[in-house]
């Protein structure tokens, strides 16, 4: 029996412009000469020189009065980008004046990036990881925030929705910034009712903030002041088209019921936090808070619940608030004291039952269910549950099965209780008829996978691909298998894991045509690259097809019985090399937490193997993550046949 340690390795992928690239670069040249010389400004350079405010940047004086100016400066792409929401070319030059100095900012010395942040106002906001906020206003009346958070250990700053790109370049008369966002906040001072009044396709939303203002305890949130202070928020707008698809029965409820109302745009609603978008570059998952508080000034979280930005490796951005998902369908605005975000689900309202929903989703599904007992009884009772839907191709497989099959399945897929995705973390395991993390949840990035195993089987995962439909009794997710049921090869899924491809490219366990099926110690590409590495034995075994192949095979047991079915102890296990050596390894079996960790020794060579990222089953075998290969020098000569029979 082998065990790995449990050991973590996270991948941090660092877009280019989330890095702090340099420190107090010091020019010789005046603010407009240091915009127009460097290669990634230049047409940022171009805009001043249309709008026709060159000298704006000439002139500046840093030797003491208030016109020493720190610029703001979009790189070369952010302008090409902000031809999405701005025709400078048809922009009147008032128009062009005023968006060149919403990027500028006076003072009497120049503000580096670190001062920057503790510059203006302090706002207080709820942290989100950007910092509690801090307020400037720039010429016109251009009000400006200032958050930061660290990117790989170093700092990184942000104005509003822009990151830092390049900061602290000094010029003679200022301080440019490089970012990475035009600054065009057009409606920075437009209140949130004005706001939301004239957008033609928020009609139904902006009746319904109407309806709920009309309420004292309410009006704060519509007015954006309590008392004598202003309220800063995030407010998340439904669309008439997202409405429309509610059945008129469902909205017409909501409609005259004011309590239902309010709780519903509660969940819309991020009290003092001034959310952006493009965060989620920075960081995939924000935690935010949403909700009406009964003290609506104070930045405390008691009262909230938890909501979710979520940036999915596609790039689309979604918000998950009263344990319901919508999609942004915009880029956000600021107006005044907030950020306003379209999207298109009703956030907070649920109306459809389990049964509703599931019909929806999986109509084969319900059926299904309905028709197997212990499932039907568990549809029929009162709790809560929690349903996982396979996709179309896991439903075939589903509906070949027998019943006593189905019901066995079912089991994994329908679950008592509430289980939402943020509670899917690697620390829950789920008991099923008595096996202890019958169900695990596995996550990779962004991504979810829910990991199940019957009894005296290995895990087998499904990728979340779709998760919190929320029900008035339960709640749906979407998965693209069955946990539990093995649908691959051990080949086919080494040769789809990047972390296994150099374990993979060797081919080895398309060799293992006899005595299986095995139960593989695959290295990782980093265990093997230790073994390159490592030239005065290592990379001599690699290189020799037969001895790589007995190094290997030293990793591979013929064993029926799976790690995780042995009870915790010490064992010799045969390796696939015994029916030619006798080779047995130790491994001694412990359970320090809900995961078991096999300790295994050769010689004088130890390592650990963890159930935590292993244990899974596919159609010709079984698979641990192995991330320390056992060899030593004696491998290099080592008879690999002492039976009398080679």
Known sequence: MLVQHAVWIQWIIVYPWLLFISQGITGQSNLYDTIRNNVNTTKFADMIDSAMMRDVFVTADCSGAVQCLTVFVPDNAAVDAMAQTLDWQNLVPAKRTMVIYGHILKDSKRLTAAEWVQSGISLNLIDNGFGSGRQNTLAYLNTRYAFQTKVANQPKYLINRAGFVTPDIQATNGMVHVINHVLYTPSINV???????????????????????????????????????????????????????????????????????????SCQYLPNQIVYKHWTFIQPEILLYSGFPTNPGAPDIVQLQPAMFTRSPTGQVSITSGGFIANLVDSGEDIKQAVVYKINAALGFVYETRDEVVRRLSPGFLQLCQAISTCNSMLTGEGQLTF???????????????????????????????????????????EIDGLSYALRFRVDGQTVYVEGRLPKRGYVGAQLIGANNLATNGIIHLLDGIPGLPVQTVEQYLSGIADYSKYAGYQFVQTQTMGGPYIYFAPTNQALQAMESETAVGVKLLEDTTRRNYIFRRHSFPLTTLFEDLRPTSYMAPTANFAFTAERLSVQIKVPNAQRIMTVTFEDQTTDVSSEQGAYEFTNGWLYRLDKVLYNRLDLTRNMCTNPAC
């Open 191 to 265: 209140p949130f009712v004005d706001y939301l009044v004239a957008q033609n396709d928020l009609k139904k939303t902006a009746e319904f903030w109407m309806t709920v203002g009309s309420d004292p305890k309410y009006t704060p949130f519509n007015d954006q002041r309590y008392g004598d202070k202003a309220l800063y928020a995030t407010y998340f707008l439904v669309t008439d088209d997202a409405w429309n698809k509610i059945p008129q029965d469902k909205l017409k409820m909501l409609q005259t019921n004011k309590t239902l109302l309010a709780q519903v745009l």
């Open 388 to 430: 996982f839907l396979p996709n179309d191709f896991a439903m075939a497989k589903l509906n070949t099965m027998n019943d006593s099959q189905k019901t066995i399945y079912l089991k994994y897929l329908v679950l008592p209780g509430r289980i939402e995705r943020r509670q899917m973390t690697p620390l829950r395991g789920i």
